[in-house]
C-alpha cells in the first residue's frame, strides 16, 4: 500500500507570492490533517478534514486555508508568503479519529 | 487545555544501555498519548499509544511506555539502544476538547543520540 504523498518535496518561493502544497492520502483514509514544524515552534496544528469537511483549525491566520476532495486528496495553499512561513508542512492520512496518524515526508517551503 | 512536557530536549545513550525519554502531561479528562518519532528529513511515525485499555503499552522496535495517572506521566522506554534509534521522539496528546479528532499536540520533542 502506497504511503502519504506530499508534493513538492521543496520549494522556494519570495514574500508575497502563494503558495499550494498537495497531499494525497493513504488509499481509503477519508481523514487527511496538515501541521506546520519550525525550529522555534515545533509541530503545530493547522486543519483537519474528513469527508471534504473541515473538522478543525488551528491558531493560523486566515492566509493558510485547505480543502479536501471526493477522492480525499487535500491541498492547503498560503497567501501573502511572510518569512516566518518558511517551515516543513506535514500532511497526514488516518481511517478514522484514534490520533493514529500516518504522516508523509513533508513539503519544505523556504520564503526569501 | 491539554499539554505535554518533554522534560529533556537531548538524551545520550551508549549503544546497548537503557533508554529514557521523559514526558508529563496535563489533562482535564482521560487522556489519549502518543509517541511519534522522526528521523532526519522523514515524516513522523507513530511508536505506539495509550488509549486507557492498559497502562504499559508497547509499541514497534522494542519501545514501550507506562500511564502513571498519579504521577501523570507517560515516559518512553527501551530496554537497549540501537544506533537505528538515532532520532527525535515526540510525546503527543490528542486534543479531544470538541470529540473524536485527529487534531494532535505534540511536545517540544527529544533528541536521542545513540554513542558506538
Known amino acids: 500500500k502506497a504511503g502519504v504523498t506530499q508534493t513538492p518535496r521543496y520549494l522556494i518561493k519570495t514574500r508575497g507570492q502563494q503558495v499550494t502544497l498537495s497531499c494525497s492520502p493513504i488509499s481509503g483514509h477519508r481523514s487527511v490533517s496538515w501541521y506546520q514544524q519550525t525550529p522555534g515552534q515545533g509541530l503545530q496544528f493547522l486543519f483537519e478534514y474528513f469527508s471534504e469537511t473541515q473538522r478543525n483549525k488551528g491558531n493560523f491566520p486566515g492566509r493558510f486555508s485547505g480543502r479536501q476532495f471526493s477522492n480525499s486528496r487535500s491541498e492547503m495553499n498560503v497567501s501573502t508568503l511572510e518569512l516566518g512561513d518558511s517551515a516543513l508542512y506535514l500532511c497526514a492520512s488516518s481511517p478514522g479519529y484514534t490520533g493514529e496518524l500516518f504522516f508523509g515526508e513533508g513539503s519544505r517551503l523556504t520564503v526569501l | 487545555a491539554q499539554s505535554v512536557t518533554q522534560l529533556d530536549s537531548h538524551v545520550s545513550v551508549s549503544e546497548g544501555t537503557p533508554v529514557l525519554l521523559r514526558c508529563n502531561y496535563s489533562?482535564?479528562?482521560?487522556?489519549?498519548l502518543f509517541w511519534y518519532v522522526q528521523h532526519p528529513n522523514k515524516g513522523l511515525q507513530l511508536l505506539l499509544k495509550y488509549t486507557s485499555a492498559a497502562t504499559l503499552v508497547k509499541g514497534i522496535n522494542g519501545f514501550e511506555a507506562e500511564f502513571k495517572k498519579s504521577e501523570t506521566s507517560f515516559h518512553l522506554t527501551k530496554p537497549s539502544a540501537h544506533m537505528s534509534d538515532a532520532a527525535e521522539y515526540f510525546c503527543v496528546v490528542s486534543d479531544r476538547v470538541g470529540g473524536a479528532t485527529n487534531k494532535l499536540i505534540f511536545g517540544t520533542g527529544t533528541l536521542l543520540a545513540v554513542q558506538p
Open positions: 489533562s482535564s479528562y482521560s487522556p489519549s
